[in-house]
């Protein structure tokens, strides 16, 4: 019999695309969490840019920026160096609208409480747009503290990297690893020479420079008194001499540089560059744990707005416990993530040092350790559909480590926590006490707060270093389970207790125990 319909590409069984989503009005733990944290009065401005974010524009745009990656011009075409980077302008786009939304600057702009609260949830938002913008405006941000620490530098600079105007404005970055000592940068061999009236002259190279097309940066150098911090304006002397191929966040330009003589200035007293540049470190970490937590909320979106369209074997996705176990778990990890990242925002509202200072470390640590597991099964949730490019989630894949490794890899984040212990003794007792407020709302919690002190304990012995991991596990997760039970809806806070507490905890996403209101954190996970 002759074919009658020789069509072979009608298109069924297939979710319409995540566009022109508010990311923002579709995400309810975000919006508690803003209120709760101080910047409800900022919800106006959060929820425009979860509009423009979630749009087909941003996304496209960030797409785009990604595909076409940045290209480093050392020279021009008669010789002379030029030392700058190509980017395509859908690059440009992103981080003007970064700027012009005041992620870079908002907490130094306004007196207000809750600014640090409201611009995690911005940063939070736009990261869905793309993430490698973000380094530039983080870095920005956490360069005003520490250029705090000289007066005549803040007074110079601080206009112009808080000013929202993409034009007129100034972005920071900064320079601190050599490729012999990574994280240990007193291990750097970047020499600042005295050049007369206060000025130095920077001669070494740096393994990895980012942005590279900032205005200005911080950078670690030997000085005659020992390892101190510079000012350097990018300029002569400041020579880039290759990009980065990395495995993420491939918008962005991180390079290698070279510095011949490079004016450069000196910030906080010689000799204590580490300690001059520990407060932009510090913000930078928060940025981390914030960058993570948008990557867990965009992962768990496009999940379970796949497994409500999909259907297999009879049934929606969505509608099979296998599944709903999967996307009630990794849910779960999202909010844990979000709630810690706005409170850890907040604790830097209050300048409460301790407990941003030790918290920072703990759950900087924790949330981007999850963040690439996380991402890895909200793509498998997409099957054969989550593993091609024309889906975000490679992306969302390759950019989920780069914050387990910027501003310290697992093993400093956790030896930075041992030092806290023994060095900051405020530290800890800050962190226990927001711990403890989630007391007596579940059994499992109460049973693993009960147990941290004996594990405290054993960090005072010999086996510290090998012991710190599962120490600083214990404290993230003591923090997360108290924040969810004294503010997520019960099903929420008891899948947490129960998949991540006690000896019934899961080793893989999908594996709550019976019992569990799977659907029900589901719902609340992506408000339709």
Known sequence: MPLTDRRTHD????????????LFDADPALQEALEREGAGWAVDRVRDCGAVAGSAEAQEHGRRAERNAPR???HDRYGHRVDRVDYDPSWHWLLRGAVEREIHALPWRSLRAGAHVARAA????????????????SMT???VPALRTDPELAAEWEPRLTLPDYERGALCGMAMTEKQGGSDVRAGTTRAEPAGGGAFELTGHKWFCSHPMCDVFLVLAQAPGGLSCFVVERGPGFELQRLKDKLGTRSLASSEVEFRAAPARLLGEEGRGVATIIEMVTHTRLDCIVGSAAGMRRGVAEAIHHARHRAA??????????????LADLAVESEAATAAALRLARAYDEDDKPLRRFGTAVMKYWICKRATPHAAEALECLGGNGYVEESPMPRLLRDAPLNGIWEGSGNVISLDVLRALAREPGGLPAFL????LGRGADRRLDAHLDALPAMLREL??????WLARRAVEDLALALQGSLLVRHAPPPVADAFCAGRLGEARGRVFGTLPRGVEGAAVVERALAA
């Not at 298109?11 to 508010?22: E, G, I, K, Y």
């Not at 074997?313 to 999967?326: D, K, T, Y």
């Not at 006490?433 to 403890?436: D, I, K, L, P, Q």
């Open 313 to 326: 074997f009879g049934a929606r996705l969505v509608e099979q416990p296998a599944m709903v176990n999967v």
């Open 72 to 74: 480093l011009e050392t």
């Open 11 to 22: 298109v069924a069984n297939q979710p319409p695309p995540f566009l022109d989503v508010n």
């Open 141 to 143: 941000y956490s360069a």
């Open 122 to 137: 911005l940063e939070l938002l736009w990261t869905h747009a793309d993430a490698g913008v973000m380094c530039p405006v």
């Open 433 to 436: 006490a927001e711990c403890e």
């Open 460 to 465: 005072e012995g010999a086996d510290a270093q």
